[in-house]
C-alpha cells in the first residue's frame, strides 16, 4: 500500500496532503471507513421506511422550501434536481490542482458515517481521483454558507454523468468520460445530493493550497528581504537574540534567527557602518514577517479543523438514533481565518515594495535607480511603480470579505459568510505578493553588485548564483518585463520540501 492513502478516522495534516500530492498517491477507503459509511446508509433507509415525518433535505425540499415534503417515489429526482438547479457557477475555472485537493476532502467528510451516502458514491469520487478526472469547477457563485453549494454542485455533476471533466489535459463531456471508464451514472438516493452540495470543500481546500503557497512566499520573502538588507548596507544589530528575548512573539523569533543564519559569514553585514539605524522596512523585518509566520499557524489551525470535520446537513448520528438540522455547511471560521490570511501575507509584500523603494532611491552608495549613468538610463525607477501599483491592488483584496452577508433563500438564509470570496481573492493576493517578492530579489541582487568585490554570505551567493542563471545584471536600459517574469519564475521554480518550510516557518515538526 506504498503508494496509497487510506482514508480513515485518522486525521489529515497538510504535510500529509502535500505528501499525497507529490507522490501521486491514489486513495483507498479503510474498512472502518467502509462500514461506518454503509452503517449510517443503511440506518437512513430504515429510517425513510418506518417513519414519515418530514426530516429536512431527505424528503423535503430545499432552503426556504424545506417545509415541503416530497414523495417517496420522487426521492432520486429530488436529489438530482438539487445538484443541476445549483451549478450556477460562473466566473474563472478553479486550477486542477485545488479541484484536486476538492475531492480528497469531500471523500474525506463523507467517509466519518454520518452524511447517510451510498458506498458507491464515494467509491466513484474516489474514481475521480485516482485518475486525474477533474470536473470543472467555476470561482464565483459560493456565499460561503448553507456550503459551497454551487462549487460544489459542478463537483457533483459528472457523477451523474453531467457537465465536463478534463482528464489528461483533454475536456470531455462527463457521459462520454464514463463510458470510456465503463461506469454508469450514480443513482443518487435520499440525501445524497445535499450531502455532496452541503460543505465547505471549496474554501477549505483553497484554504489548504493557500497554506502551502503562503509558506513559500513567506520563506522566499525572508531570504530575499535578507538580500536586500546587506545589499543596502543594513545593520545586523536589530536581529540579536536579546532584542527578541524581550518580546518573544513564537514567529518574530524565527525570522531574527533565520536571518542570523541566513547571513553568516557575510563580508557586507560585518563591515562598519556609517548609519545608527536602519528605516523600519529593515530594521522591523523579524517584527513584520514574524508576525505573518504567526498568523499562518493560527489559519492552520482552523483549517485543519475544518478538514477533518462533517460540514453536510442533516447530521445524522445512527448509533444514537438521531437526524439534526444544523448549521455546519455555514464557513464563518473560514472566512475570518482566509480574511486574516490575506492581511497578514499583503503586508509581506507592503514591507518588500519599501525596501525596493529604499533601494532605487540613491542612497548608501548606491546609484540612483540602480543603474550606471542614470539619466541616460532609467534603470530600475519603473519596476518600483509596478510593485506600488501590485500593493495597492493587494490592499483592495485585503478588505475582510466576512463582514459582508447578503440574505438568499427568500429569508432562510439570512447570514452568509463569504468565505469563498475570502478564498479565491487570497489566491489572487499571494500571487502578487509572489510577484512584488520577485521585483525586490531583481533589485537586492542588482545592488549588491554595485557593493562588489565584498559578498554577502556564502548561501545567499549560492542562491544568487543560480538567479543569475536567469537574470542577469541590467548594464543599461532594457525591457524589464522580461527580467521581471523570469524573475517570478524562478522563485516559483524554487523546490522546497513542505517539511523544510515548515521547520524553517515555525522551528518546529508539524508532524
Not at 456565499?143 to 475536456?171: C, F, Q
Not at 507592503?350 to 525596493?356: G, P
Not at 554595485?450 to 542577469?472: A, D, I, N, Q
Request: charged share 20%; proline share 4%.
Amino acid at each position: 500500500m506504498a503508494n496509497y492513502h487510506i482514508i480513515s478516522s485518522e486525521k489529515l495534516d497538510i504535510v500529509t496532503i502535500y505528501n499525497i500530492f507529490k507522490d501521486n498517491k491514489k486513495l483507498k477507503l479503510s474498512e472502518a471507513s467502509i462500514a461506518s459509511i454503509n452503517a449510517c446508509k443503511t440506518y437512513l433507509n430504515e429510517k425513510l421506511a418506518t417513519n414519515k415525518t418530514p426530516m429536512y433535505g431527505i424528503n423535503t425540499g430545499f432552503g426556504s422550501l424545506y417545509d415541503v415534503k416530497i414523495s417517496d417515489k420522487d426521492l432520486t429526482k429530488l436529489q438530482e434536481n438539487l445538484v443541476m438547479s445549483h451549478a450556477c457557477g460562473t466566473g474563472d475555472r478553479v486550477p486542477e490542482s485545488v479541484v484536486k485537493v476538492m475531492l480528497l476532502l469531500k471523500i474525506q467528510s463523507l467517509s466519518y458515517g454520518h452524511s447517510g451516502v451510498q458506498l458507491q458514491t464515494v467509491e466513484r469520487l474516489i474514481d475521480f481521483f485516482n485518475n486525474d478526472i477533474f470536473p470543472f469547477v467555476f470561482t464565483q457563485g459560493s456565499l460561503g454558507a448553507s456550503g459551497d453549494l454551487a462549487p460544489l454542485a459542478h463537483l457533483a455533476l459528472p457523477l451523474l454523468g453531467k457537465g465536463n471533466v478534463v482528464h489528461k489535459g483533454e475536456v470531455y463531456d462527463a457521459s462520454e468520460l464514463l463510458d470510456n471508464f465503463g461506469w454508469q451514472p450514480i443513482q443518487l438516493q435520499a440525501k445524497e445530493g445535499l450531502a455532496l452540495l452541503n460543505g465547505t470543500q471549496f474554501m477549505s481546500a483553497y484554504g489548504v493550497y493557500l497554506l502551502l503557497m503562503s509558506h513559500k512566499t513567506s520563506y522566499l520573502g525572508d531570504i530575499v528581504a535578507a538580500i536586500s538588507l546587506d545589499a543596502f548596507d543594513g545593520r545586523i544589530d536589530p536581529f540579536h537574540d536579546l532584542v527578541h528575548e524581550v518580546r518573544p512573539h513564537p514567529g518574530q523569533r524565527k525570522v531574527a534567527k533565520r536571518f542570523n543564519e541566513l547571513l553568516a559569514d557575510s563580508e557586507l553585514i560585518k563591515r562598519k557602518k556609517q548609519h545608527v539605524q536602519d528605516p523600519y522596512s529593515f530594521r522591523c523585518i523579524p517584527q513584520v514577517h514574524g508576525a505573518t509566520k504567526d498568523t499562518l499557524d493560527f489559519v492552520e489551525k482552523v483549517i485543519l479543523t475544518e478538514i477533518n470535520s462533517v460540514t453536510d446537513n442533516p447530521n445524522i448520528f445512527s448509533e444514537e438514533d438521531l437526524i439534526i438540522s444544523g448549521g455546519n455547511f455555514h464557513g464563518q471560521p473560514l472566512a475570518l481565518a482566509l480574511d486574516y490570511l490575506k492581511i497578514a501575507m499583503a503586508e509581506i509584500g507592503n514591507i518588500s515594495e519599501r525596501r525596493i523603494f529604499q533601494l532605487v532611491s540613491g542612497l548608501r552608495g548606491l546609484p540612483a535607480f540602480l543603474v550606471d549613468n542614470p539619466g541616460l538610463n532609467s534603470g530600475f525607477m519603473i519596476p518600483q511603480y509596478t510593485a506600488a501599483s501590485i500593493v495597492s491592488a493587494n490592499k483592495q483584496l485585503a478588505s475582510p470579505a466576512s463582514i459582508d452577508s447578503i440574505v438568499s433563500s427568500n429569508g432562510q438564509e439570512d447570514h452568509v459568510s463569504m468565505g469563498a470570496n475570502a478564498a479565491t481573492q487570497a489566491y489572487t493576493l499571494i500571487r502578487n505578493v509572489e510577484r512584488i517578492i520577485a521585483i525586490e530579489l531583481m533589485n537586492a541582487s542588482q545592488a549588491l553588485e554595485f557593493r562588489r568585490p565584498h559578498k554577502t554570505s556564502p548561501l545567499l551567493e549560492s542562491f544568487l548564483k543560480h538567479y543569475r542563471k536567469v537574470v542577469p545584471f541590467i548594464k543599461e536600459d532594457q525591457i524589464l518585463h522580461i527580467d521581471i517574469e523570469a524573475s517570478i519564475q524562478f522563485l516559483r521554480d524554487v523546490d522546497i520540501e513542505v517539511e523544510e518550510l515548515f521547520l524553517n516557518n515555525y522551528g518546529v515538526d508539524k508532524h
